[in-house]
């Protein structure tokens, strides 16, 4: 059996304190009423109160839980029994691991307390990185933040984590020898300010954009004593550095770096590079996408305006097309056989319907570009602006046009109208031989409502589904159904603008049912 240390008492508290003293434990003695008689140095900075403070005072008022009232009956058992009594414990008010011993006397209880400062640091370590990462996704992840505050965002986030002074995000032209400090994070003291510049040779971050690799200096001087005399750490005082590059497609945009005026004692750890790295490629993809987002909305720009000035070159020799056969309809009507008649009549019809593709292909263009901001639509007074506009085409059909209660959607109110009137249209062209009849619903889908329109015409073949929805395709000859094949091209445009889908459900001779989706005011229940 091991031997068991008497509890001490005010008498021999000056040698215990003696004993106790020397050793990494913490240790703490309660007396028969479990009032604390006794703690070492050690205790006194677990306790975070000197002895003198805590002397005296029930155990369990005294020491966290952890170590106190939860072990209450592991002590009651060590005295009751005599028997020593063992536990580990994870305190999360001390952020520790805690390997614990109780050793019972007759006269109280001397604990020892082990505390596992490795374990406790690679906990606390853990969490800093937890949220660090936490940090960083909530920044990345709020999609109405402007891109600038992310970055500041960012910056600071990183330099807390890694523990230096400076951040900054760079924008260089090598050709120039320019660095332009595009954002950063400094001491308030620090004569720094984003815009400002400086020579890129001067700086660490050449390194970095001539090699397109990351660069992680804990002293320059020992590292890389070939850039301690560059005026950013000879002049500027720079001792440690991490930076990675950042691209926009093939080209070194800039540098997304880190650095401090003093070395660091402790290497940057591999979490900390690849933390940096993994932000410089969330920067690098952001502004990619940024650039892809301007080339595509000059190309729109670019195509409107082509599309503007073909419509207009085109237009006018239709008009004069167009007219010189009306003029020559007028002027020699007594001379036209029945040929000639249909001749000029194929001619005229040819043109009008070249003049609707023009100005169908004008449409599709300014769909994005014309485009109203988006806003929460009813679509029930949508289908009722449309059932107004079409209601000399559904009494001349005899059509049945039945609709369920609709959602509010967001959106562009016009163009809703419009792909509901494209819809409804082609459900009346193509109806077949009896009376249209036009169902419509929707469907909530998560964020998304899903709206349908059914009809029981014709139907279409499976291998058209696709089909159909590109400009200027046709399954039908014009004598057959008139139109200029723009119209759900149009519906697919527009529902795509508001980040939807569309496609048709169909068999020939089965009707077709058109599905599209269209996202959900938010608040809105289902």
């Not at 993994?278 to 993809?285: K, Q, T």
């Not at 073949?461 to 200027?472: G, K, L, M, T």
């Amino acid at each position: 059996m091991a031997e068991r240390p008497d509890s001490p008492g005010p008498q021999d508290g000056d040698a215990a304190r003696a004993v106790y003293g020397r050793i990494t434990d913490a240790v703490f003695a309660v007396d028969e009423e479990w009032r604390l008689t006794f703690c070492n140095e050690r205790t006194e900075r677990l306790l975070e109160r000197p002895e003198a403070e805590v002397l005296g005072t029930v155990v369990w008022e005294a020491v966290p839980d952890a170590i106190g009232s939860a072990r209450r009956d592991e002590y009651e058992r060590a005295m009751r029994t005599q028997e020593p009594a063992s536990f580990e414990v994870v305190a999360e008010s001390l952020a520790a691991r805690l390997d614990g011993r109780a050793y019972p006397s007759e006269t109280g209880l001397t604990v020892s307390i082990r505390v596992d400062t490795e374990r406790t640091r690679r906990t606390a370590q853990f969490r800093d990185r937890e949220r660090a990462l936490q940090d960083a996704y909530e920044v990345i992840a709020d999609p109405d933040r402007p891109f600038a505050d992310q970055i500041e965002a960012l910056l600071s986030v990183v330099r807390d984590t890694i523990g230096t002074d400076y951040a900054t995000l760079s924008c260089v032209h090598e050709d120039a020898d320019e660095y332009i400090f595009e954002a950063v994070d400094a001491p308030v003291d620090a004569d720094l300010a984003a815009g400002d510049t400086t020579a890129l040779s001067a700086t660490n971050c050449e390194r970095v954009v001539d090699t397109e690799r990351t660069l992680v200096l804990e002293d320059v001087d020992a590292d890389a004593p070939e850039l301690a005399d560059r005026a950013g750490n000879a002049e500027w005082g720079i001792s440690c550095y991490l930076g990675t590059p950042v691209s926009v497609g093939d080209d070194v945009y800039g540098t997304f770096c880190f650095y401090d005026m003093e070395a660091r004692a402790e290497e940057f750890s591999d979490w900390e590079v690849t933390f940096v790295e993994l932000l410089g490629n969330w920067v690098s993809a952001e502004l990619e996408r940024q650039q892809y987002e301007r080339e595509l909305e000059a190309s729109n720009e670019r195509l409107e305006q082509f599309a503007y000035t073909v419509s207009h070159d085109l237009k006018e020799p239709l008009r004069m097309v167009t007219s010189y056969l009306s003029l020559v309809e007028d002027r020699y009507e007594d001379d036209l056989d029945s040929d000639g008649e249909e001749f000029i009549a194929y001619a005229v019809d040819g043109a009008e319907r070249m003049r609707e593709m023009i100005d169908g292909l004008l449409e599709y263009s300014r769909i994005e570009t014309q485009g109203d901001p988006f806003e929460p639509v009813d679509l029930d007074a949508v289908l009722e602006d449309v059932r107004r506009d079409l209601r000399l085409r559904l009494d001349e059909t005899d059509a049945t046009l039945s609709s369920e209660s609709l959602p509010r959607v967001e959106g562009d109110p016009d163009q809703l109208r419009q792909v509901f009137q494209n819809l409804l249209s082609n459900a009346l062209t193509y109806s077949g031989d009896e009376p249209p009849k036009i169902d419509i619903g929707a469907q909530r889908d998560g964020a998304k409502w899903i709206v349908s329109v059914a009809d029981e015409g014709i139907g279409i073949d499976p291998d058209d589904e696709e089909r159909i929805f590109d400009v200027f395709e046709r399954l039908h000859s014009h004598e057959e159904h008139a139109g200029t094949g723009i119209g759900l091209a149009l519906c697919r445009r527009i529902v795509e603008r508001h980040d939807g889908d569309i496609w048709v459900d169909t068999e020939p001779g089965e009707g077709a049912t058109f599905r599209f989706t269209l996202p959900a005011v938010d608040g809105d229940e289902a």
